[in-house]
C-alpha cells in the first residue's frame, strides 16, 4: 500500500523486526522516528500511519510524545500502533491513545507482541522461549495486516502483569526486579549508570548504535552523556559484552534480535 508508512523505534531489534515484516507484506514505507523527531514538523502523505515501539517501564518511550506532537493533519490519519513488550503490555497502548487524542488524532487499532526481554532479567529467557515468541509473531502477521490493510477499529490491546507473566512464561524475571528495586533503595539509581570493563576494546559500536549521540570515546573507552533514553542498545550491540548496569548482578545479558543486523540498526538514525 503506497498511501502508508510505518515510523519506529527500536534498542534491540525486536520492533524493528516487527514493523518490518508488516512493511514488507504491506509494501509501506519504513521509516525510523530518529530521522524525523527533530524535524519543525512530520509531514507524511500517507493515509495510514503505523507507530512501533518497545515499551519503557510499562508506558511507551517518553519521546514518542514529542514526536505525535509534530504530525501534521493528524486528524486525518488511520493510525495504528504496535508495542513490543518483554514481561506484559500493561496500559501502554492506552497511554499512547491519550496522547494521540490530545493532539486530536485517533488510535484505531493496538498490538501488543511479546518479545525477548532485552532489559534487567534478558539473561533468563531462553532460547525455546524467545523462538516461541518470534513464531508465535510470525503466526499473526498476516492477520495484523489484514486488520490494518481494511482499516479496522476497535481493539487496542492492555494486560494485567501477573496473568501475563504467567502467559509469556516470564515469572523468573521476578527476582530480577527485586534485586533492582534492592539496588534503587539502598544504593541510588545512579549506581545503575552504563559502565564498561576491561573486554571493553574500544571499538565504537556503542558510540555508533546510540541514536541519541550520547556516548563519546573518551581513552579509548566508552562516556555516556545525560540524554540517554534507556533503550538499552549500547550494551545489547557490544560485541564484547563489556558494558552492564554498574556492577549490579540484574540477569541481564546480551541481547538482540536474531534477524537484524547492526547495518539495520544505524539506519535508525539516517534514512
Ligand atoms: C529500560 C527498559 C525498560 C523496559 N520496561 C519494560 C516494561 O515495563 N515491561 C515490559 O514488558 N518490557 C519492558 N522492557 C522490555 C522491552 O520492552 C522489550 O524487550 C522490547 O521488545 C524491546 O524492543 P526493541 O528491541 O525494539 O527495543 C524494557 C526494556 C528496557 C530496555
Known amino acids: ?41 512530520i509531514d507524511t502523505e500517507a493515509k495510514i500511519v ?20 509534530k504530525i501534521q493533519n493528524i486528524e486525518s490519519k488511520y493510525i495504528f500502533a504496535i508495542c513490543t513488550y518483554g514481561i506484559a503490555p500493561s496500559q501502554s497502548l492506552k497511554h499512547l491513545e491519550e496522547t494521540i487524542n ?19 532479567g534478558s539473561g533468563k529467557v531462553t532460547k525455546v ?30 494486560s494485567i502483569l501477573f496473568f501475563n507473566m504467567f502467559k509469556t512464561r ?4 521476578l527476582p530480577v526486579y527485586l534485586a533492582f528495586l534492592k539496588q534503587v533503595l539502598f544504593k541510588g539509581m545512579d549506581s545503575l549508570a552504563f559502565t564498561s570493563n576491561e573486554k571493553c576494546t574500544g571499538c565504537g559500536t556503542c558510540q555508533e548504535i546510540c541514536t541519541q549521540n550520547n556516548i563519546e570515546l573518551v581513552n579509548n573507552k566508552p562516556s555516556w552523556s545525560d540524554h540517554c533514553i534507556n533503550c538499552f542498545a549500547c550494551l545489547n550491540w557490544c560485541p564484547n559484552g563489556a558494558i552492564s548496569l554498574g556492577d549490579a548482578d540484574l540477569g541481564i545479558k546480551n541481547y538482540h534480535h536474531p ?9 535508525l538514525k539516517n534514512k
Open 259 to 267: 534477524e537484524v543486523e547492526m547495518k539495520d540498526m544505524i539506519l
Open 170 to 173: 516470564t515469572l523468573k524475571l
Open 50 to 69: 503505523g507507530i512501533v515501539f518497545p515499551i519503557y517501564d510499562f508506558k511507551p518511550p517518553q519521546f514518542l510524545e514529542r514526536f505525535i506532537s
Open 102 to 120: 490530545s493532539f486530536g488524532g485517533h488510535l484505531s487499532l493496538g498490538f501488543a507482541v511479546a518479545m525477548p526481554q532485552n532489559g534487567i
Open 129 to 158: 522461549q524467545q523462538e516461541m515468541m518470534f513464531n508465535k509473531w510470525k503466526s499473526r502477521v498476516d492477520g495484523v495486516c489484514d486488520d490494518v490493510k481494511n482499516m479496522k477499529t476497535g481493539e487496542i490491546e492492555t
Open 1 to 41: 500500500m503506497d498511501n502508508m508508512e510505518i515510523y519506529y523505534f527500536s534498542g534491540s531489534g525486536n520492533s524493528f523486526a516487527v514493523a518490518r515484516d508488516v512493511a514488507i507484506k504491506l509494501n509501506a514505507v519504513l521509516t525510523p522516528i530518529m530521522s524525523v523527531i527533530d524535524q519543525e514538523s
